[in-house]
Every structure is written in structure tokens, then in C-alpha cells.
């Protein structure tokens, strides 16, 4: 079945530090991609998303490149502030595997001034 | 622009006891879904609603029960609750496939 794996956590960063946090997924037919973030006390909130391959995603100096070669979304940055602490999410969403939303198991980030 | 608005924000219940969390979206969206969120586990499907008048079982639907009220509504049903249902609900909403899930402040659920 359909399914994201993303990097484990807690990442611990100084600020101003270059991030990557590693999603790869397994889906059966053409998946949209997408990061969510969660900050303390909150819902998901959407932050990038990539509907087909090679495209990619960015906000708020994230970035994210869905590689469908290597079934990856690893989302980056190239300097990270301390109000990016948060909770980030991968999630794929594939049409007719029951229009559902898959979800890794969310990295928490704790940046540092 | 109020989104996914969930109620209640928090809520103890004793074990054996029911209750219904509510969900409301004003997007005019056709899918809803419930979520639960457990520490090291990330968000599990219970149940979603690919439009109005149809519900379909998700990943852990065991103890709950779905209404879809009408577009709009969408409410998550604890006949018994039991400790394992302790958790953060999260309820979301999608216009279509391949579109973005929006999602309310969630449910802070202790069962005690």
C-alpha cells in the first residue's frame, strides 16, 4: 500500500544552519507530495506541495524536489531561523487508493539561537 | 476566514463514557477526514468522507463511529470511550484529490 517514511528526529540546529529532513515514499499510481508543518500547540498547516514529477515546492525558503527516480521529497533550507522550530510532515496523496492522505511520522526541529 | 473549526479544543472523559467531537469547514469542500495523532506515530487515518453522504473506514476505525451531517459537518462519535483513545484529534478537509488537506486546531482528548 501507499506509504512515506520520513528521517527520524529530534534534529537539533544552530541557527542559520542548512537543513534537510529526508521523506521518501511508496505509492502505486501518481502521488501529489506535500510537507506540512506543525507548530507547538497547533494544527497541520500546509508549507509546500508538489503535484507531479520533477516540480518543486517551495515557501518561506523551504524547498522541496519530488524525485520520481528516486521516490524522494526531502525538504530543505538553506538557514534556518529559530522561529522554524516545529514539527514537519510529509504526506503523499495518490487518487484512487481511497482519496486519502498518507503521513510520515513527523521530525521534530529545534533550532537554536 | 474561519477554515476547520473543531470543538471541543479539550476534553477528560471517564472510561466507558460517549461523546461527540464536532468538525465544520467553510470551504465548501467535498472530502473530510479524522485524524488521530500519538507520540512517534504521526497522524492516523480513523475515518474520511470523499463527499457528502459516503463515509469509509480508515486505518484504526475500531471504537468510533463517523456522521457526515452535510457537506459542512462532519463529527467523530466515541460510543465507549477506553484509555488507548487518548490522544490528539485532528480533523481536515480537502476540495478534491490532489489538492491540500486544511486543517483544524485539533482535540486534545484524555481518557481517564
Known amino acids: 500500500g501507499d506509504s512515506v517514511t520520513q528521517m527520524e528526529g529530534p534534529v537539533t540546529l544552530s541557527e542559520e544552519a542548512f537543513l534537510t529532513i529526508n521523506c521518501t515514499y511508496t505509492a502505486t499510481g501518481y502521488p501529489s507530495l506535500f510537507w506540512y508543518v506543525q507548530y507547538p500547540g497547533e494544527g497541520l498547516q500546509l508549507l509546500l506541495k508538489a503535484t507531479k514529477a520533477d516540480d518543486k515546492g517551495s515557501n518561506k525558503g523551504f524547498e522541496a524536489t519530488y524525485r520520481k527516480e528516486t521516490t524522494s521529497f526531502h525538504l530543505e533550507k538553506g538557514s534556518v531561523q529559530v522561529s522554524d522550530s516545529a514539527v514537519y510532515f510529509c504526506a503523499l496523496f495518490a487518487a484512487g487508493t481511497g482519496n486519502q492522505f498518507y503521513f510520515g511520522t513527523g521530525t521534530s526541529l529545534t533550532v537554536i539561537p | 476566514n474561519a477554515g476547520v473549526t473543531q470543538t471541543p479544543k479539550f476534553q477528560v472523559l471517564k472510561t466507558g463514557q460517549s461523546m461527540t467531537l464536532q468538525c465544520a469547514q467553510d470551504?465548501?469542500?467535498?472530502?473530510m477526514y479524522w485524524y488521530r495523532q500519538d507520540p512517534g506515530m504521526g497522524l492516523r487515518l480513523i475515518y474520511y468522507?470523499?463527499?457528502?453522504?459516503?463515509?469509509d473506514k480508515g486505518e484504526v476505525p475500531n471504537g468510533y463511529n463517523v456522521s457526515r451531517l452535510n457537506k459542512r459537518e462532519f463529527s467523530l462519535r466515541l460510543e465507549s470511550a477506553a484509555p488507548s483513545q487518548t490522544s490528539v484529534y485532528f480533523c481536515?478537509?480537502?476540495?478534491?484529490?490532489?489538492?491540500?488537506?486544511?486543517f483544524g486546531q485539533g482535540t486534545r482528548l484524555t481518557v481517564v
Open positions: 468522507s470523499a463527499s457528502e453522504g459516503t463515509t
Open positions: 470551504m465548501n469542500h467535498n472530502s
Open positions: 481536515a478537509s480537502s476540495e478534491s484529490q490532489n489538492t491540500e488537506a486544511f
